[in-house]
């Protein structure tokens, strides 16, 4: 399997922690030198290992953004 390559560019915020020390994360990341995109996803401590996430473009942050705000 290929190596992933990340940067974190923006760390937004931590949305959750688990017991085991996790964090559930919104940040600003760049892929493999790609254009960075909104990521939520868990990490553990110093961002050592992550667990699966989602990738969002600023279009769909938005949209997502405008659809929260519906909720009551």
């Given amino acids: ?10 760390t937004i915020g931590v949305l959750s922690t688990s017991e085991k020390g996790w964090n559930k994360e919104l940040n600003l990341i ?4 790609r254009e ?7 990490w553990a401590p110093n961002h050592e ?3 699966k996430g ?4 600023q ?3 938005l ?3 405008e659809m ?5």
Avoid: C, F
């Fill in 1 to 10: 399997m290929a190596e992933i390559k990340y940067e974190i560019v923006e």
């Fill in 30 to 33: 760049s892929w493999n030198g």
């Fill in 36 to 42: 960075p995109k909104y990521d939520i996803r868990d």
């Fill in 49 to 51: 290992k992550m667990g």
């Fill in 54 to 57: 989602v990738t969002l473009s």
């Fill in 59 to 61: 279009e769909e942050v």
């Fill in 63 to 65: 949209q997502l953004k």
């Fill in 68 to 72: 929260l705000q519906n909720i009551e």
